[in-house]
């Protein structure tokens, strides 16, 4: 092995500060002027390895946590790759310091010492040119070789780091792989370099997908083959079509495609995706996988063609979710933590503060009414919530309740007058429930109303200033009835500003919340009230098609039924608990197990009482224990 001594490498730096040329990459000649310009080290000063108390360690190490979390598995990986090749795995923060270490236990105190540690910094500024050090300074991966190194300390490593970037594009942390003695060859690190390059890609790539959820994530890859099992890169995009993140790959193939600087990711995020593809969001869907690999290919604006791979959004976009303090009080308690209705709520609260109107649709007894009420607390208004039911009123007499009358406007007329519910409800508001029902010579009175902002009484010669908000409700499809002429379309459109979809109660995931407030509101002040647990399987495995109203009326019957303040199954209707409905649900694999298991327990495993209880004869409790193998023990 020639020898290189200390005093050459000393000279050799001194001279590339003077200008002169040397067979060195560029990427370690530039470190070595940063060292001497910048940090001010001097080369005949070598400098024992530097590593962090353990308090300042941990505090470098909970920052860069969730990344390191990302990272361990690449980490482990890799050093498989290399065991028995006596490497030493790092990864550093930003600033240099290894947070995550991964060597040979053996050579724990060489290692140490030569400050290939967890704790050891590897800054430029501290450490002098070395692999993580100048790495981060030139944000791409690099091998520093022995006397590439500006200390004469580390001259015996060779180390080889590779930059990880966030999906903002910022650089985020740095992978090396070192050895403490090596081949005298730098060559002999490509492949290292190689290795440390790819589990990098991958790293990034995990990051960008555990950060995406509710977006899109385009995969790319220049041959199809390896497309779908290891992309070169990836980016993600949100629901209008703009980038919102992006793997270190997918930042250079954007910045390529518009010819700008990939060290400037900010020309990059939030950019439209049409800007650097020959696509719109709206091609997305064909280039996810049911669609040949080789027949989604792409065209970047510079003319380069890619492979891709587009991930559909785990979840369907809502509407965002309002934090609790920014939904009014009479909206929150609306459910019990159903997604469906938490999005509503949210869209309601939006709403609320607005004089817009709004259209509730909802299958019967879902809350329409109950929503609409909460909207117009929410909002906080002087007037009031005035409710009137379309379909309830006789058609002759909806005009007159409506709009009000004059005295002895008409053959039975009051003789003082009548004010009208829209008159009530002014600086309020108006609660139209069936609006579906509404005859059609009324919906164009009413719609001068919400176009002029007045009303005209029956038999009055002027019409009145009026100031209110009007929310609507049908369980029938208004846009149905309009396109079947039933309904005026221009009403239609000034009814329906926005649309609030309640879901039926059988949809919801909050049912056990929901009836708790039932019962909650039918408990005697003072009293107890509470349901069994083979009455709460019966009431969850209803179907409701009452939805919230059939509840009520369930519960109101059955708490005035019920003894000793708890609901047994026999306080519920027929239709809940009886044999047949019982049967079908015990034969249900997934449910019946647990159902009859539940009420076994609660008589004691008493056949005879589980059997009342529950409406079925005897032989049928047998029957199903023995299919399911059902024990007091199991
Ligand atoms: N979120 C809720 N929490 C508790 N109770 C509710 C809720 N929503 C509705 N209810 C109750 O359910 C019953 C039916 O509600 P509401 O009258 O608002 O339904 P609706 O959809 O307007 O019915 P319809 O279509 O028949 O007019 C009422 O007793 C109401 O108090």
């Not at 990986?77 to 290399?82: A, E, H, S």
């Not at 492979?307 to 509407?319: G, L, M, R, S, T």
């Not at 019920?562 to 199954?569: F, K, L, R, S």
């Amino acid at each position: 092995m020639p020898m290189f001594s200390h005093s050459d490498h000393i000279r050799e730096i001194e001279s590339v500060s003077l200008g002169a040329s040397t067979g060195r990459d560029e990427q370690v000649v530039k470190s070595w002027l940063r060292c001497i310009e910048q940090h001010r080290l001097d080369p005949t000063q070598a400098c024992e390895a530097y590593i962090l108390p353990d308090g300042e360690l941990r505090a470098h190490r909970q920052q860069s946590e969730e990344l390191i979390a990302i990272a361990r598995s690449g980490l482990e990986n890799l050093f498989r790759q290399v065991a028995g090749q006596n490497y030493v795995l790092l990864l550093s923060d930003r600033k240099g310091v290894t947070v995550e270490f991964l060597g040979d236990p053996l050579f724990d105190n060489n290692l140490r010492k030569a400050g290939l540690y967890l704790g050891s910094e590897w800054s430029e500024a501290r450490a002098g040119t070395c692999a993580v050090g100048a790495c981060l300074e030139a944000g791409e991966a690099l091998t520093i070789h022995q006397t590439d190194h500006f200390d004469n300390t580390h001259t015996p490593l060779s180390c080889t780091a590779a930059p990880v970037y966030d999906t903002s594009g910022d650089l985020a942390a740095v992978l090396d792989i070192s050895l403490l003695s090596s081949p005298i060859r730098k060559t002999s690190q490509n492949l290292a370099l190689h290795l440390v390059a790819a589990t990098v890609r991958r790293i990034e790539l995990a990051n960008l997908m555990a950060q995406t959820r509710d977006e899109w994530v385009l995969r790319f890859a220049r041959s199809p083959e390896f497309l779908d099992v290891d992309p070169e890169a990836a980016i993600s995009i949100d629901g209008s079509g703009r980038i919102i993140g992006m793997t270190h790959g997918g930042a250079k193939i954007l910045a390529r495609s518009v010819g700008l600087d990939w060290r400037q990711p900010d020309g990059l995020i939030g950019q439209p995706i049409a800007r650097f593809f020959d696509m719109e969001i709206d091609d997305l869907p064909d280039l996810t996988r049911r669609r040949p690999t080789q027949d989604r290919l792409v065209f970047a604006r510079d003319g380069n063609a890619l492979f891709a791979h587009a991930i559909e959004p785990h979840h369907k976009v809502q509407a965002p979710v309002l934090a609790r303090e920014q939904i009014p009080v009479s909206l929150r308690g609306l459910s019990g933590g159903d997604p469906q209705m938490a999005a509503l709520q949210a869209k309601a609260a939006k709403l609320a503060g607005k004089p817009l109107p709004i259209l509730l649709q909802g299958e019967t007894g879902t809350g329409k009414e109950y929503l609409a009420k909460a909207i117009h607390d929410g909002a906080a208004v002087k007037g009031k919530f005035v409710a009137i039911n379309c379909a309830a009123i006789p058609e002759q007499l909806i005009e007159s309740e409506l709009f009000g009358h004059l005295p002895g406007a008409f053959t039975g007329a009051s003789a003082k007058g009548r004010k009208g519910l829209i008159e009530e409800a002014d600086g309020g508001t108006l609660f139209l429930d069936e609006i579906g029902d509404m005859p059609l010579s009324l919906q164009s009175r009413f719609l001068r109303v919400l176009a002029e902002r007045e009303v005209l009484p029956v038999g009055a010669a002027r019409p009145k200033p009026v100031n209110l908000r009007v929310i609507s409700a049908s369980h029938r499809d208004l846009g149905l009835l309009v396109r079947e002429g039933r309904f005026r379309e221009d009403l239609y459109y000034r009814l329906n500003a926005a649309t609030l979809s309640i879901p039926p109660l059988r949809e919801r995931r909050d049912f056990d919340w929901l009836l708790e407030t039932v019962v909650a509101r039918h408990r005697p002040v003072g009293e107890g009230l509470a349901v069994s647990p083979a009455a709460l399987l019966a009431l969850r495995a209803h179907g409701w098609p009452g939805n919230i109203r059939e509840l009520d009326n369930v519960i109101a019957v059955a708490a005035a039924l019920c003894q000793d303040g708890v609901i047994e199954p026999g306080d519920l209707p027929e239709t809940l608990t009886s044999a047949a409905a019982v049967a079908v649900r015990l034969d249900d694999a997934s449910a019946g197990p647990a159902a009859l298991k539940a009420m076994l327990g609660a008589c004691g495993w008493n056949i005879s009482e589980t059997a009342r209880r529950m409406g079925v004869d005897r032989s049928t409790i047998h029957r199903q224990i023995k299919r399911y193998g059902l024990t007091a023990l199991n």
